[in-house]
């Protein structure tokens, strides 16, 4: 079979591979500013507010207990009292938000 000029034409130039890539490069960014990026703010965030922790903070952890941090250890734990007399070990990741904050001990 012999190749005519017209289905030559019709094929497409080098200039049809790049459009055909624009929407898969338009669905990645589109997916980057709306999913990715918030949650890696959320992410950093919660970091921050995790390393922040310190005695006297009222919390709450992701399993829904309010109580007051007692103890930052350095091992990625936190003693919470949840009442008079009960104190429970919890992993600092575990906090999901702080209530209320202390003040820095003053000098």
């Known amino acids: 079979m012999i190749v005519t000029p017209a289905y030559a034409q019709a094929a497409g130039g080098a ?3 790049l459009a055909s890539f624009l929407p898969i490069i338009l669905i990645f960014a589109i ?3 709306l999913l990715i990026r918030p949650q890696q703010k959320r992410m950093k965030e ?3 507010m995790v390393e922040a922790l310190r005695r006297g903070d009222q919390v709450v952890t992701q399993g829904g207990l309010i109580g007051k941090v007692v103890k930052v250890k350095e ?3 936190v ?9 429970v070990r919890v992993v600092k990741n575990t906090v999901a938000q702080v209530l209320s904050k ?3 001990a003053k000098d």
């Open 15 to 17: 200039g049809s591979g």
């Open 31 to 33: 997916m980057y500013f």
């Open 79 to 87: 003693e919470v009292e949840l009442a008079e007399g009960v104190k």
């Open 75 to 77: 091992d990625n734990e």
């Open 46 to 48: 919660h970091r921050n």
């Open 102 to 104: 202390t003040e820095p």
